[in-house]
């Protein structure tokens, strides 16, 4: 109904204006400079209408070529993209696969159109180190680093864990070093440091870079007791290789008081003090030692020492027996410090029961040598013969 009252009204409208234009028809008139045009006033109106009309039609035309060549780029965006997935995927796999020369191709390739170039020059990397091509490798790295530079930490570690992998120790502890300058707390970068360190026998910087490790919780409890442990026998070792006895001494005062007591540590200690002819300290570090935790090895070098006192050192050594009376370590070293205060039959005892309860080749050789020191040689050879035999079957 609305439709046909507003045709009527258009009908009407037009019956008008034909009424008007044949009642007086009117003229327009255009001149430029010697040119002049005169037309019918209506032919004049219909011509601007359908001017505009056209002006119109063709601004829509170029407004739906201009969205078909809009959506024709974001078709050919999408579809490269696509392709650029597929095959990242596949150069992914084929990574995973070993095949490193295909994976680095298609990884490449798909560089350029990816919407994570990052990943994709990463691991390339990885291919390119397997190939043995570091240069390709380290020109990866950069790339991977141009095209997202917010990834300088993610872009380090790759960089640092193939060169660890290719065992460039040094030119991986140059790449972490910088990046524990950018995350002196990143978890990952701290094990790493700390296994290079490891690996490089650099016990100094292990040490200052300890207490970081145990802030950031890297080890667990028992991983970092082990780790201070390595870490001041290390010390311990190269100040006595270094033949300097202040860094000895440095290292033991400066190490947690819990590790004086553990056996590697003061053992190595131990040694170096009886080097030094410092027994009486060590004899004393040992009894303290060995008052808070039993332990063989630690017994074993007190048999060794020479102390001042030899015959309060057994002394000490027999109170131990009423409470460890079957400890083989222990009649060995009994043994040994009645040969030091020449009780030969004592120690024969000590000595006989400890091969009697543990034959080792430690035993038969200090029997052997004082059954010389009585006289006893036959039966010192046996002795001797008997040890070596235990010493081939191991």
Known sequence: MKLLV???????????????????????????????????LWFAIASVVL????????????????????????WAKQRRLRRAHERTSRGLIELAEGRWQTAEKNLLKAAQDTDMPLINYLSAARAAQELGEDDRRDDYLHKAHSVMPSAEIAVGLTQAQLQLNHHQLEQSLATLRRLHDLAPRHAYIL????????????????????????????????????LQQKIYLGLL??????????????????????????????????????????????????????????DTTLVTYYGLLESEDAQKQLQHAEYWLKLHPEDPALLLCLGRLCIRNQLWGKARSYLETCIALAPSAEAYATLAQLLEKMGEQTQANQCYRKGLLLVQRI
């Open 51 to 74: 001017a505009f009309i056209l002006l119109h039609l063709f601004l829509r035309l170029l407004t739906k070529l201009s969205g078909m060549t809009t959506r024709w780029r974001l």
């Open 6 to 40: 507003l045709f009527l009204s258009v009908l009407l409208l037009f019956v008008w204006l034909g009424l008007q234009i044949q009642a007086d028809p009117g003229y327009v008139l255009l001149a430029y400079h010697q040119w002049t045009v005169e037309t019918p």
């Open 191 to 226: 094990k790493l440091l700390q296994g290079i360190y490891l690996d490089l026998q650099d016990y100094d910087n292990l040490e200052a870079l300890s207490p970081s490790l145990k802030k950031a919780k890297v080890l667990t409890p028992f991983e970092y007791a082990s």
């Open 237 to 294: 070792q190269q100040a006595e290789k270094g033949h300097d006895p202040a860094a000895v001494e440095s290292v033991w005062y400066r190490m947690p008081k819990e590790l004086h007591h553990e056996p590697g540590i003061l053992i190595q200690y131990v040694r170096y003090l009886m080097k030094t002819h410092q027994a009486t300290l060590a004899e004393q570090l040992l009894q303290t030692a060995l008052k808070k935790k039993w």
